[in-house]
């Protein structure tokens, strides 16, 4: 199956025209106030309405209640749910049992231990997330432009439902790409030029970037990252720039 991208954080009609237009294969909208993508209802409304049928729609939410849950899916009407709090195992599955929609829990990854959460959440998400933790005192949960370190999962076989996030932009996907093989990448702050304002020139550089890599890793003989030839994965909690 091919590499999955998603672009998230939407809010404009232009921006979300220029992922679709490049070939995203997922596009996600933030509902949580704090965040400078956040969408009202209205507005993402008309945007699930262009987006519909020409690639996944990801309405993202922070722990989020039933009632609000309910209010946005008639909205907006996503493909996905992707939950980015601190839902528990329990919570993701009352979510996916209640409202029948394909659930995509956000993990945050700093050190080898959280990789314990995996199993679990895998036995009741159709996909996980995997994101940096967000800056001590950050108000967003995600989102934030920080990567952790690749090499905590480069060993996670390609076959498990999980994409790639934290960090990414058009700059070091490639790297990502080639040490990770992930089925799915996410981005947000590295395709902006300011905080919540997405640069349709670099979303287009990300999939470009991405699509090369996939291609290049798909015909060339494996060996990729062996010694000396690997890419460097960021080191911990890498703040990248926005703009
Ligand atoms: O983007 C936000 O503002 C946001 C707010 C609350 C929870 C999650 C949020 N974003 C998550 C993402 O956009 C990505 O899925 C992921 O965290 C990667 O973000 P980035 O490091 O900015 O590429």
């Known amino acids: 199956m091919s590499l999955e991208i998603k672009i998230c954080g939407l809010s404009t009609a232009e921006t979300l025209e220029a992922s679709l237009g490049a070939g995203a294969d997922m596009v996600g909208m933030v509902f949580f106030a704090p965040s400078p993508r956040h969408v009202d209802l209205a507005t ?15 309405a993202l939410t922070v722990d989020a209640d039933d009632a609000t849950l309910a209010t946005i899916i008639d909205a907006l009407r ?3 749910l992707q939950l980015h709090g601190r839902e528990s195992v329990e919570r993701v599955a009352a979510i996916r049992a209640r409202f029948g929609l394909p659930v995509m829990k956000a993990l945050g990854i700093a050190s ?6 995996l199993a679990a959440y895998e036995g009741v998400a159709d996909r996980l997330l995997l994101d940096a933790k967000p800056p001590k005192g950050a108000v967003l949960p995600g989102g934030n432009g920080v990567a952790f370190d690749w090499n905590l999962i480069a ?9 790639l996030s934290g960090g990414l932009d058009p700059e070091n996907v490639a790297d990502a790409v080639r040490l990770i093989h992930p089925p799915g990448l996410d981005v947000s702050s590295g395709v902006e030029r300011g905080p919540g304002i997405k640069d349709p020139s670099r979303i287009e550089a990300f999939l470009r970037a991405a699509r090369a890599a ?30």
Not at 155 to 163: C, I, Q, S, V, Y
């Open 78 to 80: 996503p493909d996905m």
């Open 155 to 163: 060993g996670l076989d390609p076959a498990r439902p999980f994409m």
């Open 112 to 117: 080898a231990e959280d990789l314990a959460a």
């Open 214 to 243: 996939e291609a290049q890793g798909s015909s060339a003989p494996t060996g990729d990252t062996a010694p000396g030839s690997a890419p460097t994965p960021p080191s911990p909690a890498r703040e990248t720039s926005p703009s």
């Open 44 to 58: 993402a409304a008309t945007l699930g309405a262009q987006a519909r049928g020409r690639a996944q729609i990801v």
